[in-house]
């Protein structure tokens, strides 16, 4: 996407009426010039008194443009939606939620922003903070002490500005923050009474070109020199292609990589697509764990070279157990600029004989410049076939993705998620935005926010995103569809509906097997039935279209052409495929306790 020139989707704009010239100016006015200078297209949100000033400014003086509202039923699905939005088009949307308890609802989409390191500008209010100033019983409960630190240990940033001026400033860094690597999300708290304080005229806007983020640093030289000469020694090298950017440049720069090396390539579900599936140095089919396959090219590389990997050290422990690693490692990460001390989402620590402190895709160009093309044995995996269509008369995880992929041969299709169970051989990955990856916090809900997030991005790119989704996941933040609906940002979500909480049934039942308990029991707690959620028509009555449920292929793939078609013209579409429960996802690279 950051190859092609930006442009603004045309979803259905709220114009609002003209308000008179020579009005006096208010606080908010201010702040709402400074996130138009910030140049954030769209704030998704959910309404609240403690940002009324703010709301009425982006209306009446701002007319609902640059940026547009996208009004949300739950401020998890605002969050998810700028998230969702970053990851297709690598551009920054804001999010706005109110005083504490906004807040509140928000935290699990801003934690998966954090750990998917997705910058979003979270904006939210509190206060009065001059109580005397405040309204009796509700603006007392809705204001609280360092509201940040809600949220301070997993956004880059927080700041609650005193002034007019501070909250300018605020603005300016926030956005800088959020934009450097490693990304994350920030968050301005902006006091009501600020907000609503007259202040004569407009003070001047700042110049956001002048508080930029900078550009990403390349690696130290000498660590490229090492690392070139552990490459070039190197029989049998392995790239682990992890974070990187959705440009097509950056995408042949890998593949430029790897086939320079004459390295085997190893890709992960987690993050997006890094790199071809089906090229023949991709050693094995992406997983959430690393699959035997692998685990096995991993053993048998002596130098690996892992770009932004997320959890190295967990990969290297599947791949080498409690043993050395008897490979050398290149680790390509600037990560640990965001490290502290309450998340855990900087995993296990890897070994790294070469440490270059940078983003992956700032260290391809400098270690391609660095090495000469291998003379070493060519490798030539064999590509796994993807999944086929099959008959019969149940659905399964694979015989969906067998319809899936016939319906949508040859179609530019973006998967913004598959479900737990996906095995990653069951669909290849050919460009960078053929697959957006997963939520970074593993949070269950967060998979219709972040579709409508990135379809919002791709909408008129000529692509279709297409999600592939849990049940629960899917009925946890449901009510997302509506602003899907209500501002056209077509989407096709296939609910994978077994169901069940089933990854929580796959623990039940490894823990019953471990106490030598009933295995039978496993359901209790976990099922979703009785009564079957008619997930159609939970679409339905958002203004989508809902098909199903479907409970074969053969349905499957009649009901995904007729939602392609009508999602071609702009729709919203969910199918409700009932799939039998179990998981054809490869566990064996997790290490000790399988699962998520
Ligand atoms: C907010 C949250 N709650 C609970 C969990 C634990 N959890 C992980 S996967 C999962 C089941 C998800 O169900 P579904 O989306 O239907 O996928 P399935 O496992 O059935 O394929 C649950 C409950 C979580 N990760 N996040
Ligand atoms: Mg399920």
Redesign the pocket.
């Known amino acids: 996407m950051s190859d092609e020139p930006r442009r603004e989707a045309s979803i259905r704009s709220e114009t609002p009426v003209a308000m008179s010239a020579g009005h006096e100016a208010w606080g908010s006015d201010a702040i709402a010039a400074c996130v138009r200078a910030l140049d954030i297209p769209y704030l998704a949100l959910n309404p609240g008194a403690s940002y009324r000033g703010l709301h009425d400014s982006l209306v009446n003086a701002l007319g609902n443009t640059r940026p547009q509202m996208l009004l949300c039923i739950h401020e998890e699905s605002a969050v998810g939606i700028a998230h969702g939005y970053f990851k297709a088009s690598e551009r920054m949307m804001g999010a706005v939620v109110h005083s504490n308890v906004g807040l509140m609802h928000a935290t ?1 989409a801003i934690f998966n922003a954090w750990c998917d390191r997705v910058p979003v500008l979270v904006l939210g209010a509190t206060g009065p903070w001059d109580a005397s100033k405040r309204r009796p019983w509700i603006d007392w409960i809705h204001t609280t002490s360092d509201q940040g630190a809600l949220v301070r240990d997993y956004t880059k940033w927080d700041n609650q500005p005193g002034s007019i001026a501070a909250a300018a400033e605020a603005l300016m860094r926030a956005a800088q923050i959020a934009n450097t690597a490693p990304r994350g999300p920030v968050y301005v708290n902006l006091d009501a009474a600020l907000q609503e304080a007259s202040i004569g005229a407009l003070p001047p806007t700042p110049d956001a070109s002048r508080h930029r983020a900078p550009q990403s640093p390349p690696p130290a030289p000498e660590a490229v020199r090492d690392a070139a000469r552990l490459l070039a020694d190197a029989r049998r090298p392995l790239i682990l292609a992890g974070r990187g950017g959705r440009s097509e440049r950056a995408w042949r720069a890998r593949i430029a990589l790897a086939e320079t090396l004459g390295a085997r390539v190893i890709t992960d579900l987690k993050m997006a697509a890094a790199f071809p599936t089906d090229h023949p140095l991709h050693a094995a089919p992406p997983g959430s764990f690393p699959p035997a396959a692998a685990l096995a090219a991993l053993r048998d590389a002596d130098v690996i070279l892992a770009l932004d990997w997320n959890d190295l050290a967990g990969t290297l422990k599947g791949a080498f157990g409690a043993g050395p690693v008897t490979a050398k490692v290149i680790h390509v990460s600037c990560d640990a600029h965001v490290h502290r001390g309450w998340s855990m989402d900087y995993q296990g620590l890897p070994v790294a004989d070469v440490y270059l402190l940078c983003e992956a895709d700032a260290a391809v160009p400098s270690l391609l410049d660095a090495i000469a093309p291998a003379t070493r044995e060519p490798v030539n995996n064999q590509p796994y076939d993807e999944a086929t269509p099959q008959g019969g008369d149940v659905l399964s ?1 694979r015989t969906l993705a067998g319809a899936f992929n016939a319906a949508t041969r040859g179609l530019p299709i973006t998967l913004t998620r598959v ?3 996906w095995n990653g051989s069951f669909r290849h990955f050919r460009h960078p935005l053929d697959y957006l990856g997963g939520d970074g ?7 219709l926010g972040l579709t409508i997030g990135a379809a919002l991005a791709l909408k008129g790119s000529g692509r279709i995103p297409v999600a592939l ?8 933040g449901a009510t997302a569809l509506w602003t899907a609906t209500h501002y056209r940002i077509p989407c096709l979500v296939i609910v ?11 623990h039940q039942e490894r823990v019953a097997k471990q106490r030598g308990r009933p295995v039978e029991n496993k359901w209790i707690g ?1 099922r ?1 039935a009785e009564p079957d959620i008619d997930i159609a028509a939970i679409a339905r009555a958002q203004g989508a279209e809902g098909f199903g449920p479907v409970t074969t292929p053969v349905e499957l793939g009649a009901a995904i052409d007729k939602a392609l078609a009508l999602t071609q013209e702009g729709g919203v579409c969910v199918i409700d495929a009932r ?1 039998l ?1 179990g ?1 054809d996802s490869d566990m064996s690279g997790a290490p000790t306790r399988p ?2």
Request: hydrophobic share 35%; net charge negative.
């Open positions: 699990m995880l479900p737990l169970g916090g593993a949070g269950v809900g967060s998979g989704m849990g049940d629960g996941d899917f009925l946890v994978c509906n077994n169901r069940a909480f089933y990854n929580d049934e796959l976990q979703i799939v429960p998981y699962g998520r």
